[in-house]
């Protein structure tokens, strides 16, 4: 968890979903490599579709709760 892969050419990386939400929300879980990396100048930041995929099937359960008091007959 938390990868980052170098593309070819060397001027970039392709981020795996947790580094994403990682950088995004807490980006002091990420290793120092990692961080300097995300921070270089340059650098292309690359993610899969897939990531976008997966960051919605975390969120969706999320937004779909259903407050209890709006619940009727339970």
């Known amino acids: 968890m938390g990868e980052l892969v170098a593309l070819n050419d060397h001027r970039g990386y392709l981020l795996d979903t947790h580094t ?3 950088a995004a929300r807490n980006p002091k879980r990420l290793r120092k490599a990692a961080h300097a990396a995300l921070e270089a100048p340059g650098r292309c930041l690359c993610l899969s579709s897939f990531s976008a995929y997966e960051v919605v099937q ?8 259903v407050p209890h008091s709006s619940r009727r007959g339970c």
Do not use: C, E, R, S
């Open 20 to 22: 994403f939400l990682w």
């Open 58 to 65: 975390k969120l969706l359960p999320i937004a779909l709760q």
